[in-house]
């Protein structure tokens, strides 16, 4: 078996996906450290939002691996519904983060690097999988 090009897109998502989940697993550091469990009532990140973002990625993650390994295009697609899903959510903590003017305030909130990291890694993460679930094939 020769390296075609789905075992390229394949590594080029699973970079993607590990750059946007070690950025993803700082900014949730830094958000517990700062207090977000304890002010989740009143912070723009309410903490269901917060834990689920991570938990649909991580679950669209482990459809997609099967996906690959089965050459499953029912799992390819599902895995890109809950990345598409954790998006959303995504998207949300996002657009809150910015009308917050989180992004204004040095040395307070999140940094600037690791959130626009983030964001990058994971929407071309998204894209790759969405290419993924187009071209599987059933076996």
Aim: charged fraction near 10%; hydrophobic fraction near 60%; charge should be positive.
């Amino acid at each position: 078996m020769g390296f075609d090009g789905r075992h390229a897109v394949g590594l080029l998502t699973a970079a993607a996906w590990t750059v946007a989940a070690l950025a993803g697993v700082y900014l949730l550091f830094l958000w517990l450290a700062g207090g977000g469990l304890r002010r989740a009532k009143v912070t723009r990140f309410p903490a269901a939002v917060v834990f689920a973002h991570p938990a649909l990625a991580v679950t669209a993650l482990v459809c997609y691996a099967a996906g690959l390994a089965t050459g499953s295009r029912a799992l390819a697609w599902a895995a890109f519904a809950g990345l598409a899903a954790a998006a959303l959510l995504g998207f949300t903590m996002f657009t809150r983060w910015l009308g917050g003017g989180r992004h204004q305030m040095a040395g307070r909130g999140f940094p600037v690097l690791a959130v626009t990291l983030h964001g990058l890694a994971g929407v071309t993460a998204f894209t790759l999988v969405f290419l993924t679930a187009s071209a599987a094939r059933v076996f």
